[in-house]
């Protein structure tokens, strides 16, 4: 089967969820299918980034698309009362390019990725499957409620429009996929119980337990440009580790992950460390005793925890986080909502390493149960081939 994948993103490096999870779907898919790769890109994209796709597409096309095109284009959706993130991921030039390379291809079927790719591939008269990957309009919506004055605005506007772009890709696409029921519960539509469930998964390869001296005593790990990240970060800096001290005056924590904003940067003192980005994030996963993902916002399924759990840590999170991973709080993982909550965690575990070593084969044992990528990926192939024949 041909299968021309649209992302909004180029999948590689691995820094991102969304890059995440379209880069293991097409190492998996390419297994019995020849892959063609579009994507849009805001930055140049290296030359070895794209040999790290190589092996698995027939051919790949990335189109750079300038940002001032894109702030425009947010303007004009603005005016057009549109999807602003759909306008910056949106562009004449892109369109363009998109449609002369459907045209060269031919596929069977289309796999798009969220709704910022729904503009290039809307008229497209060949078979559709787009993966919402989990519900935007929720996620904007939960980030609204914590924003202030014009954000605040801003993010209402956008909430109502991703609403009214997730009931309409109802009419767009042959099949729908995203990434955890809660999130297929989101979506505001009757049909929202047609969405295929396609979980993410681990590669137990890679995020295996390593042995490095704990300079830590907490991590938390994440792209620290994404404001749920942001958001998560600020709140274990300010609220929960002033609790932690009065108990464990010398606890620290590590804040590692790519481009953090100023504001998490900020966050950095003689017990809590920003490391930025790194060569490899196992080595911050395992550079602590506990890892923590007090999510507030955001909504999927959280590669963090994932690959966390694999490497056999404790983990302490959110019922938000939660609720899409399904862990048994209180035997394989730790769930705490308030500062105080979550600090009584951490203090728990702190005092207690017998009990760490429980939640940590729990966790580790929980998710090399329930998740992996090639069970997931056959379930999709199977949607994406079903989609193919019946429009033949």
Request: some cysteine.
């Amino acid at each position: 089967m041909k299968i021309l994948i649209v992302l909004p993103r180029f999948p590689y490096p691995l820094e991102k969820g969304d890059k995440l999870r379209a880069y293991n779907q097409i190492k998996e898919l390419s297994r019995n299918n020849q892959l063609y790769l579009f994507c849009v890109s805001h930055t140049k994209v290296q030359p070895e980034d794209i040999e790290q796709l190589r092996p698995y597409c027939q051919e790949i096309r990335v189109v750079q698309s300038p940002k001032l095109v894109n702030y425009k284009n947010v303007l004009r959706n603005f005016l057009s009362t549109k999807s602003l993130q759909m306008g910056y991921w949106d562009s004449l030039k892109a369109r363009k390019a998109y449609r002369a390379f459907e045209r060269k291809v031919q596929p069977d079927v289309l796999y798009n990725q969220m709704l910022r790719t729904m503009p290039l591939v809307a008229r497209s008269t060949y078979p559709k499957v787009m993966d919402f990957q989990d519900a935007l309009s929720m996620n904007t919506e939960r980030r609204m409620d914590q924003s202030r004055f014009l954000w605040h605005y801003i993010l209402h506007f956008e909430f109502k429009m991703l609403r009214s772009t997730e009931y309409n890709s109802f009419k767009i696409f042959d099949a729908l996929t995203i990434i955890s029921e809660p999130d297929s519960d989101a979506i505001p539509h009757t049909r929202n119980g047609d969405i295929h469930i396609i979980p993410n998964g681990v590669d137990f390869d890679y995020f295996t337990p390593l042995d490095r001296p704990k300079k830590y005593d907490l991590v938390f790990c994440g792209n620290m440009g994404y404001e749920p990240n942001v958001r998560a970060a600020k709140f274990l800096a300010n609220e929960v580790m002033p609790i932690v001290w009065q108990s464990h005056p010398h606890a620290t924590l590590l804040l590692a992950g790519a481009t953090p904003k100023h504001e998490v940067r900020a966050l950095a003192s003689n017990r809590i460390v920003v490391s930025g980005s790194v060569p490899d994030i196992r080595e911050s996963y395992a550079s602590a005793r506990i890892f923590v993902a007090p999510m507030r916002t955001g909504s999927g399924l959280q590669n963090k925890l994932l690959e966390a759990m694999a490497m056999q840590m404790p983990c302490i999170t959110t019922s938000i986080a939660n609720d899409s991973l399904h862990a048994e709080p209180g035997q394989q993982i730790l769930v705490g909502d308030d500062s105080h909550q979550f600090a009584e965690h951490v203090v728990r575990l702190l005092d207690n390493p017998s009990e760490m070593e429980v939640f940590a084969k729990n966790g580790h044992d929980f998710v090399l149960q329930n998740f992996n990528w090639q069970k997931p990926c056959q379930k999709l192939e199977t949607i994406l081939r079903e989609v193919a024949a019946s429009k033949k």
